[in-house]
């Protein structure tokens, strides 16, 4: 129901900030961003539609994980939402200064 959704999402916005050679889906050579999110107890089903369920349904409570560049950034229980919120910002600081602004 939501396959558009999840691609704006994800491979959208890696066009829009012209990183769509780096990141923005999952083959070989990208970098492997990913969010891992428990889905128990959502109140939108059906499961066989996982994308639909992910988008209606994914919220901060639900990340059980997290993986940047391949590499585990966050598991719940882990890092601190504080330490992490820190690096995210850091993160989107870096993301932004290599977008070109376009008139």
Known sequence: MFPATLELATLGGARALGL???????VPGK?????VLSLAASPFLPWEDPVTAAVLGG???????TLV???SRYERGGESWLELIG?????????????????
């Open 59 to 65: 919220s901060p409570e639900r990340v059980v994980a």
């Open 20 to 26: 769509e050679d780096e990141v923005g889906s999952l």
């Open 69 to 71: 560049s391949g590499k």
């Open 87 to 103: 690096a995210a910002h850091s993160a989107r600081g870096r993301l932004l200064s290599r977008v070109v602004p376009t008139s």
């Open 31 to 35: 970098q492997a961003d990913l969010t």
